[in-house]
C-alpha cells in the first residue's frame, strides 16, 4: 500500500496493477492456489482474498484517475493564454443621452397609463399655433421663434400640436404622450435650432391641479432615480389655464453650493411648463369643455438628459461626434 | 421689465424687502430674473462743495479744488473742466469705495496730493446720464456731507421681471404697484405729485384742426399742447431714473414721453407742431403697397392691416409701432403736441411682427394697453412738461374716440374653484379678486359674478379667475394625486417600439446611437451626387433659416452619419467608428405629398489605425450585411439583397435591400471619390426605410426534427458575374423528389490558380432531413445525384 502512494506514472501503476492483480499476479495465484486448501479454512481464506482484492484494485482506480488528473492539469497550464489581452470583435456601442431620456421618460408615463402619440414635424400653423389660441398677431408667438416653408407650413416649434391631433384622434378620456424633435430659430450655448420635448395630455372629468402635481413629481422621482424636492410657480402658456412651471431641487448640488455650475446657486431648475387645458383648446380638439377638462405638460428632454448626464453644452449633442458620447465607456474598439 | 424700488415707493406703501417682493412675485407669476444694486459697491461718497479752485503750479491742466464735505475740508485734483467754485458735486474720499470696488487713495500730482477724487456720472455707475469727460454737477439742493446712496435714486435696487404676455398691464410701475397691492391686500396704493389732476380748460392757442379716427383699430387719440417749452436736460433723478430702466436721457420732452410710459405704461409720443405738415390728423388703415419711412430711416411696405397716422395726407407715424423721420422734437422746438392713443393689440401685434420692430410702444400696445389710461397719461405728460421743460399746459386736450372695449363680467362657480384648486373657501377667494382690482358685483353664494378692471382684458373666463386665486395662494401645498382608472390599456406605440428595438440591437452589436441636425445644407444633394429626377434631390427648403448650412430638410440620413465621421477624424479619432441615427427624412412623392417616413441609417468605418493585438479590425460590406440581416430577421423578415446603384455608393459594392419583395433601402460602401473627401478609406453605410417592420411577422412554429441530417457537399465552377444567390435558387430549384432540402450553405468561394479565367468555385454544403424517419444513406444518394444531374443540365461544371 505505501508503494502506491510514492507512484507518479501510469507506467509505474501498470507494473504494480501485474504484480498484485494481473493474470499471473501475486493475489490472482494466491486465490488460485485456494483450492488447496482444507475446506474449512478456505471459505475464510478466500472471503479474506476476496476482500483485499477488491481494496487494491480500488486504491489502483483512484491513483489511476489522481494521475490522469495531474497529467490532463499539466497539459492545460501549458496552453495557459493571456486573460488580459483585448477581447475580440467589437466593443458595445453607447446611447445617445436624449434618446435615452426620451425612452426611459415615455416608459415611465406608461406606468401611469400614458400612451404614445405622435405627429408631424412639418405642422401647420392651425395646429401648431391657431388651435392653440396663438393667433398670428399674439404677442406669445415672440417666445417661438419659427422656421417657415415656402407654402406657409413650419417646423413644428413645440410638441403641442400633438394634444389637438391626439384629442381629434382618439376624444375623451385620454391619456398620451408625445415625444419628438421641434424647432426654433435660436442659436446659442442654451439654444439649439433643433431640440426634443415631451408633451403630455391627461382628459378626462373634473381633473384636479393635484394629479398634475402628483404625475409631474412621480415622474422627475422616477427619471432621476430619488426623491427630489419640487416647487411649482404660476407661469403663463397661452393653452393652459392656470398655467405653472415646475422647478425640482438641483441634481448636482441640492442646493448646498452657492457656486454650484449646474443651478447657479439658486438650488433649483426649471424643468416642465404645464398647467389644465385651457377650454378653447379642449373645444379645438372636438371634446366638449362643460363635460370634460384635463392637463398638459411640456419638458424639455434636452435639458433632462442634459441634468441627468452632466452635459454643459447642448449643441454638443446635435454634431454627431462619436468619441464624444462614448467617453465614459471603457473600450476603444 | 426692469422695475425700480424707489419709484415703485411712489405709488405703493409696501412693508416688505425687495427680495421677499421678488420670490413672492415669481412664485405668483412674474418671474424675477435678477436683482441689481444700483450703488453696487460704493461706499462712504458723499457730496461736496466746491470751496475754491485753482490751477495747478506746474501742470496747467489739472485743477487743485478745496472741497467742504460738512464735516471737513479737502484738497482734490481734477483734470476736468465743467466746475466752478461753488458748485456742488461728488466727492470720493481717502479710504471710499466706487460702485467697481476700486478703493480710493491719495495721489501725489507734480508735486501736490490728491486725496480721493471728485466723480463724473460714469465713476458713479451711471451711464449715458451726464458727459462722461466731465464732473457730474449736482443741484444746488444737495448738502454736503449727503451720502450719494440717499441722493437722487443713486441707491436704487432694480428687479428684472419677466413679464408673461398675458400680462401687458405689468409693463409699468403703476402695474407692478397694482400687483403687489393685489399680493400683499395689507398695503397701501398711493399717487406721486405729477399724477394729481391739473386744471386744464384753456383753449389751444395754435389753431388746429380735427381728429379723424376712420380705421377702427384705433379706439381713441388725443393731443396735448405744451408751448413756451424749453428743450434741454431733465432732472437728475428723473435722468438716473431712466438709465436705471434700461432708457437713455435724451432731452427733456422726450424723456416727458418716455418717463410716463415707464411709470403708467402708456406709449406716447411727441411732435413739433411745427413739424407737422398739417394742423389735423386722420389715423387710417394704410394701403397694400403704401411706404412709408420709420424713424430708423428704413422704408417700410404696408398693407392694409397697417394703421397709419396721417397729417395733411402725409404719413407721419406707423400707428402704435413707430413714428417717422420728420416730426420728431429737435432743439430748437417750443410748441409741442403730445400723442396719446390707443390702439389695437390685433392689428399692432401683426404690423410689429411682420416688420420685425419691437418698439417699446409695439411691444406693449400688442399686449393690451389699458384704453382708459389715454387720458390720465397724457395729463401726466403736460404736467411734467411744464415742470420739466418750463411749458404752459393748462390747454384742453382734443380728443376722438372709437368703440372702447368694456370688460365682460366672469362668473366663479365653488365647484370648479374645488374641481381644479381643490379648494373652495369663496369668501376668501373673494377676497383674493377683489386686491387684485376685480370687483365682487354679484352673488354671495356657490356662484358669484365679477368684474375685472379695464386693464386686465386677459381676464375672461372662469378659469382665469381660478387662476388669480390660484397664484395667490400658491400651488405648492396641494396634496399629489395620481390619476385615478385607466380609460383604456396604456401603449408605447408601434413606432417607439421599434425606435426601441433598433436602438437596443444596434447598440448591443457596437454601433453608437446619434441624433443630428434635420435640415442640411442647401447643396447637400450635389454634394452627393444626386442627380435631380432622383427623389432625395427634391428638398424642402426652409424660407427663413438662420444659416444657408440649415436650410434643406433631410431627405437621407447619410449627410448626418458623414457629419458624425468628421466630427470624429476632426477630433484626431483613430479608432473604428460605427454610428447610427433613426429619424424621420423628409420627401415629396410624384403627387407632391409630403412624408416623413421614419429612417435608420448606419455607418461603419475601420478608423486610421487598424493595427490589433487580435487582427480583427478589418471589417467591410459583409460584417455591415450581418448587422442589417440581424435588424430584419428579428422582426421575423428574410431580408433580401440585390446588386443596385446608389449615386453615392461605390458602382461595385452596392446593394438593394429587400423585404416582402419591397425595396426599403441601399447598403454600400461610399463612392471611392467621397471616401477621398473625407480623407478615409473604406466607409460602409446602409440606410433603410423601418416603416415595414413595425409589426413582428408571424412565422409559423417549426419543431426540430428528432432524426439526424445527411450531408453532402457540391462544389460547382461559376461565370464569376453569377450571383451566389442565382446560383443558390437554381440549387433548390434542382432538388426534386421525395426529399426536403433541410439548408443550403455557401463555405467556399475560391478564384485563382487552377479556376479559368472568368469563372470562381462555390462550394455548398446541402443537409437532407426527414422529420418521420433516419434517411438512408441510398436514397439521399439517389436524390443528390439526380441535383447533381440537374444542375449539369443546367450548364454548371461539377468540380
Not at chain 1, 406608461?110 to 405627429?119: D, E, M, T
Not at chain 1, 406657409?152 to 375623451?172: E, F, K
Not at chain 2, 410702444?361 to 399686449?367: K, Q
Not at chain 2, 369663496?426 to 352673488?443: N, P, Q, R
Request: proline share 5%; aromatic share 8%.
Amino acid at each position: 500500500m505505501e508503494s502506491l502512494n510514492a507512484i507518479t506514472a501510469l507506467q509505474e501503476l501498470d507494473e504494480l496493477r501485474v504484480k498484485y492483480t494481473g493474470k499471473k499476479g501475486e493475489l490472482t495465484l494466491l486465490l488460485r492456489s485456494l483450492g488447496k486448501l482444507p475446506k474449512e479454512l478456505r471459505k475464510d481464506a478466500g472471503q479474506e482474498l476476496n476482500t483485499l482484492r477488491d481494496e487494491i484494485e480500488s486504491k489502483l482506480e483512484q491513483t489511476g484517475r489522481k494521475i490522469r488528473d495531474d497529467e490532463n492539469e499539466r497539459q492545460e497550464k501549458a496552453q495557459r493564454i493571456d486573460v488580459t489581452l483585448p477581447a475580440k470583435g467589437r466593443t458595445a456601442g453607447a446611447f445617445h443621452p436624449v434618446m435615452q431620456t426620451m425612452h426611459d421618460i415615455a416608459n415611465i408615463m406608461q406606468g401611469l397609463g400614458y400612451s404614445v402619440a405622435s405627429g408631424p414635424e412639418k405642422e401647420e400653423e392651425f395646429y401648431n399655433f391657431e388651435c392653440l389660441n396663438m393667433p398670428s398677431w399674439h404677442p406669445a408667438r415672440d417666445m417661438q421663434d419659427t422656421f417657415y416653408f415656402p407654402d406657409g407650413t413650419l417646423l413644428r416649434t413645440h410638441t403641442s400640436p400633438v394634444q389637438i391631433r391626439a384629442m381629434l384622434q382618439y376624444g375623451a378620456p385620454l391619456r398620451i404622450v408625445c415625444p419628438g424633435k421641434v424647432y426654433r430659430r435660436d442659436n446659442d450655448p442654451t439654444h439649439s435650432p433643433m431640440f426634443n420635448q415631451m408633451e403630455g395630455l391627461l382628459v378626462d372629468k373634473d381633473v384636479p391641479f393635484s394629479v398634475m402635481k402628483g404625475t409631474m413629481t412621480e415622474m422627475m422621482n422616477a427619471f432621476f432615480g430619488r426623491s427630489l424636492k419640487s416647487r411649482f410657480r404660476a407661469s403663463y402658456f397661452p393653452f393652459t389655464e392656470p398655467s405653472m412651471e415646475l422647478d425640482i431641487e438641483c441634481v448636482e448640488c441640492s442646493g448646498h453650493d452657492e457656486h454650484c455650475r449646474v443651478c447657479h446657486g439658486t438650488g433649483w431648475l426649471e424643468v416642465a411648463g404645464m398647467g389644465m387645458v385651457h377650454p378653447n383648446v379642449i373645444r379645438a380638439g372636438k371634446i366638449d369643455p362643460d363635460k370634460y377638462n384635463g392637463f398638459a405638460f411640456g419638458i424639455g428632454l434636452d435639458r433632462m438628459a442634459m441634468l441627468k448626464y452632466g452635459i454643459s453644452d447642448l449643441r454638443l449633442l446635435f454634431d454627431g461626434s462619436v468619441s464624444y458620447l462614448l467617453s465614459g465607456l471603457g473600450g476603444e474598439n | 421689465m426692469l422695475v425700480s424700488w424707489e419709484l415703485l415707493k411712489d405709488f405703493i406703501d409696501l412693508d416688505v424687502s425687495p427680495e421677499e417682493a421678488a420670490e413672492r412675485l415669481t412664485f405668483s407669476g412674474s418671474e424675477v430674473e435678477g436683482i441689481t444694486y444700483t450703488a453696487g459697491k460704493m461706499k462712504g461718497i458723499v457730496a461736496a462743495r466746491i470751496d475754491s479752485l485753482e490751477i495747478h503750479p506746474t501742470e496747467r491742466k489739472y485743477y487743485i479744488a478745496q472741497l467742504d464735505t460738512g464735516t471737513g475740508r479737502h484738497i482734490c485734483i481734477t483734470s476736468a473742466t465743467n466746475m466752478k467754485a461753488g458748485d456742488m458735486v461728488f466727492y470720493a474720499g481717502e479710504g471710499s469705495t466706487l460702485p467697481d470696488g476700486t478703493v480710493m487713495g491719495t495721489r501725489d500730482f507734480h508735486g501736490v496730493e490728491s486725496y480721493g477724487m471728485m466723480l463724473s456720472a460714469e465713476e458713479l455707475g451711471l451711464h449715458d446720464v451726464d458727459d462722461p469727460s466731465g464732473l457730474l454737477i449736482l443741484p444746488k439742493d444737495a448738502q454736503p456731507g449727503d451720502d450719494a446712496k440717499n441722493l437722487y435714486h443713486i441707491g436704487d435696487v432694480i428687479l428684472d421681471v419677466s413679464i408673461t404676455p398675458n400680462r401687458g398691464d405689468l409693463l409699468s410701475l403703476i402695474g407692478m404697484a397694482r400687483e403687489l397691492k393685489g399680493l400683499y391686500p395689507k398695503s397701501l396704493l398711493k399717487s406721486p405729485e405729477w399724477l394729481r389732476p391739473l386744471k386744464q380748460d384753456k383753449a389751444w392757442s395754435e389753431d388746429f384742426g380735427t381728429i379723424s379716427l376712420p380705421d377702427k383699430g384705433c379706439y381713441c387719440y388725443r393731443l396735448g399742447l405744451a408751448t413756451g417749452a424749453k428743450i434741454g436736460q431733465s432732472p437728475l433723478t428723473a435722468k438716473i431714473d431712466l438709465a436705471h430702466l434700461g432708457m437713455r436721457p435724451i432731452t427733456n420732452a422726450v424723456d416727458v414721453t418716455n418717463y410716463v410710459m415707464l411709470m403708467l405704461g402708456q406709449p406716447l409720443h411727441a411732435f413739433d407742431l411745427n413739424t407737422l405738415p398739417a394742423r389735423e390728423i386722420t389715423v387710417r388703415a394704410a394701403h397694400d403697397g403704401e411706404t412709408m419711412m420709420t424713424l430708423d430711416g428704413k422704408d417700410r411696405v404696408l398693407t392694409e392691416r397697417d394703421m397709419l397716422i396721417t397729417s395733411g395726407g402725409e404719413a407721419v407715424a406707423l400707428a402704435g409701432v413707430m413714428g417717422g423721420e420728420q416730426t420728431g422734437i429737435n432743439d430748437d422746438t417750443s410748441t409741442i403736441v403730445i400723442e396719446s392713443a390707443c390702439f389695437s393689440p390685433v392689428r399692432v401685434g401683426h404690423t410689429s411682427r411682420r416688420l420685425g420692430i419691437n418698439s417699446e410702444a409695439a411691444f406693449r400696445f400688442s399686449r393690451t394697453v389699458d384704453p382708459n389710461l389715454s387720458s390720465s397719461a397724457l395729463m401726466a405728460a403736460t404736467t411734467l412738461m411744464r415742470d420739466w421743460c418750463g411749458a404752459t399746459v393748462d390747454y384742453k386736450p382734443l380728443s376722438a374716440e372709437n368703440e372702447i372695449y368694456t370688460p365682460k363680467p366672469v362668473k366663479l362657480t365653488r365647484r370648479k374653484l374645488c374641481t381644479i384648486l381643490s379648494w373652495d373657501n369663496m369668501t376668501e377667494a373673494t377676497e383674493i379678486l377683489e386686491g387684485f382690482g376685480i370687483k365682487h358685483v354679484e352673488g354671495e353664494g356657490d356662484e358669484r359674478t365679477f368684474l375685472p378692471p379695464t386693464c386686465r382684458p386677459d381676464i375672461a373666463i372662469e378659469e382665469d379667475l381660478i387662476e388669480e386665486v390660484g397664484r395667490f395662494r400658491g400651488y405648492n401645498d396641494t396634496p399629489d394625486k395620481l390619476p385615478g382608472e385607466l380609460p383604456r390599456r396604456a401603449d408605447i406605440g408601434a413606432s417607439m417600439r421599434l425606435a426601441g428595438f433598433i436602438r437596443q440591437a444596434m447598440m448591443a452589436r457596437g454601433y453608437t446611437e446619434i441624433v443630428t441636425y434635420s435640415f442640411l445644407p442647401e447643396d447637400f444633394p450635389e454634394k452627393l451626387r444626386i442627380p435631380g429626377d432622383d427623389i432625395r434631390s427634391k428638398t424642402l427648403t426652409i424660407a427663413n433659416p438662420i444659416s444657408r448650412d440649415q436650410m434643406a430638410m433631410r431627405t437621407t440620413l447619410l449627410p448626418g452619419l458623414l457629419s458624425g465621421l468628421k466630427a470624429a477624424l476632426a477630433s484626431g479619432r483613430r479608432e473604428p467608428v460605427r454610428a447610427f441615427e433613426q429619424g424621420k427624412v423628409f420627401l415629396k412623392d410624384d403627387e407632391h405629398e409630403h412624408l416623413e417616413p421614419e429612417h435608420v441609417g448606419a455607418l461603419l468605418y475601420n478608423g486610421k489605425d487598424t493595427r490589433s493585438a487580435s487582427n480583427d479590425r478589418a471589417e467591410g460590406f459583409y460584417d455591415l450585411k450581418a448587422d442589417v440581416c440581424a435588424l430584419i430577421q428579428a422582426r421575423g423578415y428574410s431580408p433580401e439583397f440585390r446588386e443596385g446603384r446608389q449615386p453615392f455608393t461605390h458602382a461595385g459594392q452596392t446593394a438593394d435591400i429587400l423585404v416582402e419583395g419591397k425595396n426599403i433601402g441601399w447598403i454600400a460602401r461610399l463612392k471611392p471619390a467621397i471616401e477621398q473627401e473625407l480623407d478615409a478609406e473604406g466607409v460602409y453605410a446602409f440606410e433603410i426605410d423601418i416603416s415595414g417592420l413595425y409589426d413582428v411577422k408571424r412565422n409559423e412554429f417549426v419543431p426540430a426534427s428528432q432524426f439526424p441530417a445527411s450531408y453532402r457537399d457540391i462544389s460547382l465552377l461559376v461565370p464569376a458575374d453569377r450571383s451566389n444567390d442565382d446560383v443558390m435558387k437554381d440549387i433548390r430549384a434542382s432538388v426534386a423528389g421525395s426529399l426536403a432540402l433541410e439548408s443550403l450553405r455557401l463555405f467556399d468561394v475560391y478564384e485563382g490558380k487552377g479556376i479559368p479565367e472568368g469563372f470562381r468555385s462555390l462550394a455548398y454544403t446541402l443537409s437532407y432531413r426527414s422529420h418521420e424517419r433516419t434517411l438512408k444513406d441510398e436514397e439521399v444518394e439517389a436524390v443528390h445525384n439526380s441535383v447533381r444531374e440537374s444542375l449539369k443540365e443546367k450548364g454548371y461544371v461539377i468540380r
